[in-house]
């Protein structure tokens, strides 16, 4: 479904990423882990388009989009839940959902996209008409990843979801996102917490300075020493 190869992304002079290549097969979850700083927020950036790509080749669904509008990707079936939420603060809990109807198929579905967003997160239903403002930090969450949902996504592009949140809102979330996933939504997770990334990802990639530093099976990935010591605080 996207194939990323070569992947070159710079701020000005400065290389954010360098040759990375990653793939997303049609109905995979697959997680992107690693430090502050390592480039992961640029990465989902570029493939949602909201970046420009210096060199590389980006195709999704089999077409080159390296050079598309980050509307044309929402309009081919990527939406993406940005790290930080970007809420509209003084708009209800469901206006901030329906302005996830960007697309024409999805306002066509918007009575039905609301009612599988509030089963999902019956806390939404109940606070629908209050401020999206003041809501909790874990609630906001839940209205970024329904505000997506709403679009009917082919794709899902999710950044750093667990950043500022509870224990428990966390675990919340990432059974959301299984859920969501096992509803046939192909899903890219960009993820500090690697301990939780790797416990609903089919297949993850490493991301250190910029680069892809290994890539396999979560069981695969957490045999390695140094994932082991760096990212879980396990000695070698």
């Known amino acids: 479904m996207l194939s990323a190869e070569n992947l070159q992304v710079a701020y000005g002079d400065a290389t954010a990423l360098w040759d990375v290549s990653l793939t997303v097969a049609d109905g995979e979850l697959v997680a992107v882990v690693g430090p502050n700083g390592a480039g992961?927020?640029?990465?989902?950036?570029?493939?949602?388009r909201l970046l420009p790509i210096r060199a590389g080749r980006l195709r999704f669904a089999g077409a080159d989009v390296a050079r598309v509008s980050p509307q044309e990707m929402c309009r081919q079936g990527v939406?993406?839940?940005?790290?930080?939420?970007?809420?509209?603060?003084?708009?209800?809990?469901?206006?901030?959902?329906?302005?996830?109807?960007?697309r024409r198929a999805a306002r066509r579905h918007q009575a039905e996209g609301l009612a599988r967003v509030y089963a999902l997160f019956p806390i939404l239903a109940e606070r629908r008409r209050q401020l999206a403002g003041t809501m909790s930090g874990g609630q906001q969450q839940m209205i970024a990843i329904g505000r997506a949902l709403m679009a009917r996504p082919r794709l899902l592009l999710v950044d750093e979801p667990s950043l500022g949140l509870a224990p428990l809102v966390v675990e919340e979330v990432f059974m959301a996102l299984r859920d969501i996933h096992a509803g046939g939504v192909s899903i890219l997770l960009i993820e500090q917490n690697v301990a939780k990334a790797l416990?609903?990802?089919?297949?993850?990639?490493?991301?250190?300075?910029?680069?892809?530093?290994?890539?396999?099976?979560?069981?695969?990935?957490?045999?390695?020493?140094?994932?082991?010591?760096?990212?879980?605080?396990?000695?070698?």
């Open 40 to 48: 992961k927020t640029t990465l989902v950036n570029a493939v949602a």
């Open 79 to 102: 939406a993406i839940i940005p790290e930080g939420r970007r809420l509209f603060a003084g708009m209800t809990v469901e206006e901030n959902l329906e302005l996830g109807c960007y």
């Open 199 to 236: 416990e609903i990802a089919q297949r993850a990639y490493v991301l250190e300075g910029g680069r892809i530093v290994t890539e396999g099976r979560p069981d695969a990935l957490l045999a390695q020493p140094h994932i082991r010591e760096a990212y879980l605080g396990e000695g070698m």
